[in-house]
């Protein structure tokens, strides 16, 4: 098989193993229960019928965001749907503004699709806020123009975007590649204003400036390229990016790097394949690679990692040990563990590295679980100790919740396995998947939120679940009418002192929690931000990068 071949074929597997967030789930009936919490209020979103059925609408795989796009001081609500809209509602339910991105694509009305999550951030230095997302299906025959878009904040597109990415891997022919990662903002240059820094289906790392300009140095080649020589490795990886990256400042110098994942994996220099490939595979080429790149796209010393298995988790950083240096924390990705005839266990990992690729004391190797890690890890304080825990949850075949002190120590209470209001385990742990940290009921620990089926399950710092576990219960049930394939989010939105939970489906659902602080959530939805860094510990970024509390 061909390099392109091969490509190919990896990528048209994880896309279909995406429709694991398989339709069974969509099977909850909530009848019987005492605990459901009603929502604060609801808002109907665009929707089209997903592929398995003609009436489930509930595959929207982006997040909610929360942010002030208004400057009333109170944070709003950007979601994005499957039909390709992107949708601002204002923290009372009521719309602000509804784009359909399939024209500014040049498509027809409804037919751009949407796997990334929106960022949002003044980027351009006007003073009001602009939206960042990634488009494109995760569907191989399905034809939709991949790129990245800034939409203002009245949701007319910018000067200078779309971005289109290549029609370089995935079918059909004359369909620019998906974005599926999720944008990342923060200043590369020093200049106030912010980069836009994501990675495509078409292999390529892209850093563009407020107006669409690529930023120097990128796309950067693959580490392979000096080695391999191959052609398609110049302004490209190996290999697919569904990975979103994280921006932090890791030695210190004001500027921040580019942490991401990639499937790219490695081939020849002592490198050995310890497990049978797929069936036509390039010889001695496997595993996955966490790169660093620096502003200007030169690799980071001590980087790419290389691992017997791919990264399509987006990697979280912090200073999890302490020692005043922010850590890289990544898990892996699914595709030899499913496609190789061994089944390879390599992936059954969460990994913890240095700011120079070196293995954290205690997480020597790999922290080993019972499965695939490719969500994304969330960051934060589970005990009020002051120090911040690692919690990841595993996909097939475990699908369990873990949590981890800095020093590599499990957290007392897990592995967990949260379960719907039914006891049922149904989250897929896929990539897009995360946590969001938050204090819910007052007692200024971290608890951990998460999508199972069609709700929210919340989980105590000690592995205990809040949320009901079986039926019928008094305990809180934070149900939505189909299955939730993102990540909630929590935030002040209404300014109340209190914090209020949002999820997204087909709808928009609001709750409040009336046991919360406004002020306490380590990691309070996707990427932890507005502008979706990933990074936990933003007093160690250059002042030029802190933000309103609203954007961090």
């Known amino acids: 098989m061909t390099f392109l071949s091969w490509i190919l074929f990896a990528v048209i597997v994880l896309a279909l193993s995406l ?11 909530p009848q019987g229960t005492t605990g459901v919490v009603a929502p604060k209020w609801t808002y109907n979103l665009p929707k089209k019928a997903c592929p398995w059925s003609a009436s489930d609408t509930d595959c929207h795989i982006g997040s909610p965001v929360l942010a002030d796009l208004n400057k009333d001081g109170l944070l709003d609500i950007v979601a994005v749907t499957n039909n390709g809209h992107v949708v601002a509602v204002r923290n009372n339910g009521v719309l602000l503004w509804d784009v359909d991105l399939g024209p500014l694509f040049g498509m027809s009305g409804g037919a751009q699709e949407i796997a990334s999550s929106p960022a949002v951030a003044d980027i351009d230095g006007d003073g009001w806020a602009e939206v960042v997302v990634g488009a494109g299906t995760i569907y191989s025959n399905v034809c939709t123009q991949g790129g990245v878009i800034v939409l203002d904040r009245n949701g007319q597109a910018k000067s200078g975007w779309p971005k289109l990415a290549e029609d370089h891997t995935i079918p059909p022919v004359g369909c620019r590649d998906t974005v599926f990662g999720t944008p990342a903002l923060g200043d590369l240059d020093g200049d106030g204003r912010l980069e836009i820094v994501v990675g495509g289906w ?15 140095g990128f796309p950067p080649d693959s580490a392979l390229y000096p080695r391999l020589g191959w052609s398609t490795l110049r302004g490209r990886l190996g290999d697919t990016i569904w990975s979103s990256p994280a921006l932090a400042d890791l030695d210190r110098d004001g500027y921040p790097e580019i942490i991401i994942g990639s499937d790219e994996g490695n081939m020849g220099d002592g490198w050995t394949c310890p497990y049978r490939l797929p069936a036509g595979w390039t010889a001695g080429y496997c595993g996955g690679s966490l790169y660093v790149f620096d502003r200007n796209g030169r690799l980071r010393p001590g980087f790419p990692k290389y691992i017997h298995e791919i990264i399509s988790s987006s990697p979280a950083v912090a200073d999890i040990n302490g020692d ?3 850590d890289i924390i990544v898990g892996t990705g699914t595709f030899y563990y499913t496609n190789s005839p061994d089944h390879p266990t390599a992936g059954f990992r969460l990994y913890a590295w240095d700011r120079n690729g070196n293995d954290l004391p205690g997480w020597e190797g790999g922290k080993a679980v019972g499965g695939t890690t490719p969500s994304s890890p969330a960051i934060g304080d589970l005990n009020g100790d ?3 825990e690692v919690v990841v949850a595993t996909y097939d075949p475990e699908r369990k919740l873990y949590a981890w002190r800095g020093n590599g120590q499990p957290v007392s209470g897990f592995p967990m396995r949260p379960v719907t209001e039914q006891g049922q385990a149904l989250t897929s742990f896929e990539v897009p998947a995360s946590f969001v940290l938050a204090d819910y009921d007052g007692n200024r620990d971290m608890e951990i939120f998460l999508s199972e089926g069609w709700g929210v399950a919340i989980v ?7 949320t009901a576990s079986s039926s019928p219960s008094t305990k809180p049930i934070y149900i939505t009418n189909g299955t939730l394939r993102n990540n909630p989010a929590v935030g002040d939105i209404d300014g109340d002192g209190k914090l209020e939970l949002v999820a997204s489906n087909s709808k928009l659902f609001v709750w409040d ?8 959530a380590d990691w309070p939805m996707f990427r ?3 502008v979706r860094t990933g990074a936990y510990s933003v007093a160690r970024l250059p002042p030029r990068l802190y933000l309103p509390l609203s954007l961090r």
């Open 19 to 29: 429709l694991g967030f398989s339709p069974q789930q969509a099977t909850v009936d």
């Open 202 to 216: 078409d292999m390529r790392l892209y850093a563009w400036h407020a107006d669409g300009t690529l930023v120097s």
């Open 324 to 326: 005043g240096w922010l």
């Open 386 to 388: 002051g120090q911040p």
């Open 460 to 466: 105590d710092g000690n592995g205990q679940q809040i």
């Open 513 to 520: 929690l009336p046991g919360s602080t406004n002020t306490l």
């Open 528 to 530: 932890r931000n507005a």
